[in-house]
């Protein structure tokens, strides 16, 4: 090839446009794509006097785009590369812990006797399966050291329903009437006051101190002023802040004085799982986050699996269906006489179940119990090798999470956002950004038991290396990043407030 014909070559290849740079392929909607409605797959013949009868005639007139089957494939795999994931990369969530799912687990639910069974069929059928949500529930019941529990509600917030329905129940059933108010904590998750709320409660809202904890003189004081109107309180224990409720038997005891229902939002029970019984802190009623302790698939609001366990004041009222052996067979209780009903047709979500029960049994035990203890261990390793380098909300030692902000940074003009996303671009998710809402700037950071010493320090490395990078006055490529994502700094504000949700753009 000569040197004109190479100038030209060139010339030619640097105006073209190139689907993708690196091996990064960019990923256009398949309507977008310019093979779009070209004629791909079998040649049939075309049939003289056929006539369409595949449905409504507006049907026919779809514009659904055409391609070949190496152009869906290849553009559905590229998609899939873009996802972070729990098995591609530490998800250092704090208070939505995403811990990684052991593919035991995985292999027991597709066993063909768990995963081919039909919600229908006759109980005498699936003994196997009624014998698993049996174990399950005696397995809450001896961790939470509470005497029943409902594995029907589909994910951790439907459980907060759950809970907090029982209460009202109960109050119902025991006084004629549902009291008016339920104490949350400034730090709750959000999910809490909107539990309340849609159980028909009123909110009173309790201060955390400085010191990250609940505040035991205000909850006095709330308890002074509305006495008997109060139907409960929800609690997380280890809070939001990483601590242990140090005040939670004096705040469980005021709570009983005025026959009120001590609820226990079990977020972080992966905290304190194996090693004390909520039970034996005056706890009355908690939900579970099958994800979050038991390693199964984040439900996301649901599809998932979040089972409650109540004390035996508040079993009465206990969702339905559970499991129960009786006679010398395994059979669900679908109706009892004070139930707050069904949250979830058949036996809810089983196949979490499964996971659920396939990772305590792994672990036993004592296993459980040491994997509470190395994600605690893992929290407060991060919490000291960050604490010269970022501003820590709360002295003293974390639980299963460590809570930073960023105060250090500010002055430089570099935010909790500009720090996430810089992690974003040295190939880490980001933590936990601006909860809990009681610390400004909050940098929530959980690493939970199922991450390597390696990663928790290259992670650690990569945080110390962007507080440093804003010490010398890199601040104009903090604020830059990411840069090598698909997809840059987004207007996520906008995208939280005008979502659009469909392929293309609605006309005014």
Not at 92 to 121: D, W
Not at 201 to 225: F, V
Request: with cysteine; proline share 5%; charged share 25%.
């Amino acid at each position: 090839m000569n040197n004109k014909i190479i100038k030209e070559e060139t010339k030619k290849t640097n105006t073209m446009e190139f689907e993708g740079r690196g091996l990064n392929f960019k990923v256009e909607l398949l309507n977008q794509r310019k093979l779009c409605n070209t004629i791909s797959g079998v040649d049939i013949q075309e049939v003289d006097d056929f006539v369409l009868n595949t449905g409504l005639s507006e049907r026919e007139d779809l514009d659904i785009p055409t391609h070949s089957e190496p152009e869906v494939i290849r553009h559905f795999t590229r998609l899939s590369q873009k996802n972070y994931s729990i098995d591609t990369g530490f998800y250092p969530l704090g208070s939505c812990t995403m811990k990684y799912n052991p593919r035991v687990n995985e292999l027991v639910a597709r066993l063909p006797g768990f995963s081919n069974i039909h919600p229908l069929q006759d109980e005498s059928t699936v003994q196997g399966a009624l014998e698993l949500m049996y174990e399950l529930q005696n397995w809450l019941k001896e961790l939470s050291g509470l005497d029943a529990v409902s594995l029907n509600p589909a994910a951790g917030a439907h459980g907060e329903y759950a809970g907090i329905r029982t209460i009202k129940q109960a109050h119902l059933k025991k006084e004629n009437t549902p009291r008016k108010y339920i104490i949350i904590p400034d730090s709750a998750h959000g999910t809490n006051p909107a539990t309340a709320v849609s159980c028909g409660y009123d909110i009173i809202m309790a201060k955390t101190t400085n010191e990250g904890y609940c505040d035991l003189a205000e909850i006095e004081e709330i308890i002074l002023k509305h006495g008997k109107e109060i139907a409960g309180i929800m609690l997380t224990n280890p809070n939001t802040s990483g601590k242990f409720e140090k005040d939670i038997i004096k705040i469980a005891d005021l709570i009983h004085s005025i026959g009120a229902y001590f609820y226990c939002d079990g977020a972080n029970f992966n905290a304190i799982v194996g090693n004390i019984k909520p039970a034996d802190l005056g706890i009355d009623v908690m939900h579970f986050n099958l994800h979050k302790t038991f390693s199964t698939p984040h439900g996301g609001g649901g599809p998932g699996c979040g089972p409650i366990a109540v004390c035996n004041k508040l079993k009465p009222y206990l969702p339905v269906p559970f499991a129960d052996f009786k006679n010398g067979k395994y059979e669900l209780i679908r109706e009892t006489n004070d139930t707050i009903g069904q949250l979830k047709n058949f036996y809810g979500q089983f196949a979490l179940m499964v996971r659920a029960l396939s990772y305590m049994l792994s672990n036993g035990k004592n296993g459980l119990s040491q994997v509470s203890k190395d994600a605690v261990l893992s929290a407060n390793y991060i919490q000291k090798s960050l604490e010269e380098h970022y501003h820590l909300a709360y002295s003293g030692h974390c639980m299963h999470e460590c809570l930073f902000t960023d105060k250090k940074q500010k002055a430089s003009g570099i935010t909790t956002v500009d720090i996430a996303k810089s992690l974003v671009e040295y190939g880490f998710h980001p933590m936990t950004m601006y909860f809990p809402l009681t610390v400004s700037g909050a940098m929530l950071i959980e690493p939970t038991e199922t991450e390597t010493k390696e990663t928790i320090d290259k992670f650690i490395e990569t945080l110390i290396f962007i507080a440093d990078k804003v010490e010398h006055g890199d601040i104009e490529e903090i604020k830059s990043f990411p840069i090598s994502t698909p997809k840059r700094r987004l207007n996520e504000t906008e995208a939280a407030r005008n979502p659009i949700l469909t392929w293309y753009q609605i006309p005014n």
